[in-house]
């Protein structure tokens, strides 16, 4: 089944943590990306994933302020000590693609692949974009199935299965399940 | 609570899974009180099997463009047309979205611009869901279909067709804006 929720955001984050384990036990998948920016979605991952390796990405360091991670240092800890890892690297879609939009006010590619995959939920942009952060960061083979989970601002509200890619090979992307996203009423 | 769904997932893309895309799409539209469905088909095969299934239905058959394989070649079949004029359909041949001048940058510099750039991303869920995006635009567009009713849009992988959802069209300027609301079918590539 999939499930369609009514309307974005993190209220869908239980429910699709819940829907990411059943599918993975079912495939035999073992790694399961989160998106997190500040914490609490990571620890209701590592709560809720348990036995499954948990690969949390954060924002980008200087995503809202220059020098600052979003995501708390203790958090960090404990999903270390949990068995977690957690990524902070440059986003795949923004990164010189948000400075092109910054100085020049222009779009580039990265905002365009960005708004295109918006048109399935802000979740599945980022379930797509942490993918290839992850592949990146060597966290993840590209040869392995997986399940990549984003979401709306906060929380989780999309899950997908694939096999990750590095981001010079996006296109090479081939999403095989949607578990989950917003239904846009 | 959330809504349930059901995506069934092809082994392969292709043709061979166009019957079972009709009866996945015709199902949930009637399921969901939807009155339109947008359907691309190239040489009509998909819109022959569509006749019967989707009677009743206000369908709009998109066609690829002419010139699309060769120039002046229009590889709809005229008897399928026929046929679909006959139960009062539309059929809509026009430039693609996707393609269109981003296809003349590419054929004549090499280089992907903005329709390419589009059509690839959403290609990673498959060929035919860069089918379902492009064609109710191009029916918006021509003002076959409305952008504040749900439609139920078919497409697929060079022939026949293997993917469907349920989305309210946008008219291209406003693609940005587009949100595919469910997926019925695609293949699990």
């Not at chain 1, 220059?66 to 404990?78: G, H, K, L, M, V």
């Not at chain 2, 082994?11 to 009180?33: F, H, S, W």
């Not at chain 2, 290609?123 to 869901?129: C, S």
Request: proline share 3%; glycine share 10%.
């Amino acid at each position: 089944m999939t499930a369609y929720f009514n309307n974005p955001g993190k209220e869908n984050t239980a429910e699709a943590l819940r829907i990411a384990k059943e599918r993975a036990t079912q495939l035999g998948i073992k790694k399961i990306i989160v998106s997190s920016t500040t914490g609490p979605t990571a620890l209701a991952a590592m709560e809720a994933l348990k036995g499954f390796q948990v690969i949390i990405v954060t924002h980008e360091a200087g995503f809202k302020e220059p020098n600052t991670s979003e995501f708390p240092e203790d958090i960090r800890r404990q999903v270390q000590e949990k068995g977690g890892t957690v990524i902070t690297v440059t986003h795949a879609f923004g990164g010189l693609s948000m400075a092109m939009r910054k100085k020049f006010n222009t779009h580039v590619i990265g905002d365009i692949i960005a708004n295109t995959l918006r048109i399935f939920g802000q979740g599945m942009k980022v379930a797509c974009e942490i993918l290839l952060m992850a592949a990146d960061a060597g966290a993840v083979r590209t040869d392995e199935q997986v399940i990549s989970m984003g979401g709306s601002n906060s929380g989780v509200d999309t899950a997908i299965v694939c096999r990750p890619v590095n981001a010079q090979r996006f296109f090479e992307l081939r999403i095989q399940e949607i578990l989950c996203k917003p239904h846009f009423m | 609570m959330p809504i349930e769904g059901r995506i069934v997932y092809f082994e392969k893309p292709g043709r061979r899974n166009t019957d079972d895309v009709l009866k996945i799409a015709r199902k949930r539209a009637d399921e969901l009180g939807i009155k339109t469905a947008v359907i691309a088909s190239v040489t009509g095969y998909t819109a022959e099997k569509a006749l019967d299934i989707f009677d009743g239905i206000n369908a709009v058959i998109v066609t690829a463009h002419t010139g699309f394989s060769k120039p002046d070649q229009q590889s709809f079949s005229e008897d399928v047309r026929r046929k679909a004029l006959a139960k009062g359909w539309k059929i809509l041949t026009s430039p693609h979205v996707f393609g269109g001048l981003s296809y003349a940058m590419r054929d004549l510099y090499g280089t992907a611009t903005l329709g390419v750039d589009m059509g690839n991303t959403l290609r990673i869920l498959g060929q035919g869901m860069k089918v379902v995006c492009e064609c109710p635009m191009a029916a918006a567009d021509a003002g076959l279909v409305r952008t504040d009713e749900e439609i139920v849009s078919i497409g697929g992988t060079d022939q026949g067709a293997d993917t469907a959802v349920v989305l309210k069209p946008v008219n291209v300027r406003d693609f940005f804006s587009l949100r595919v609301k469910e997926i019925l079918c695609k293949p699990r590539l």
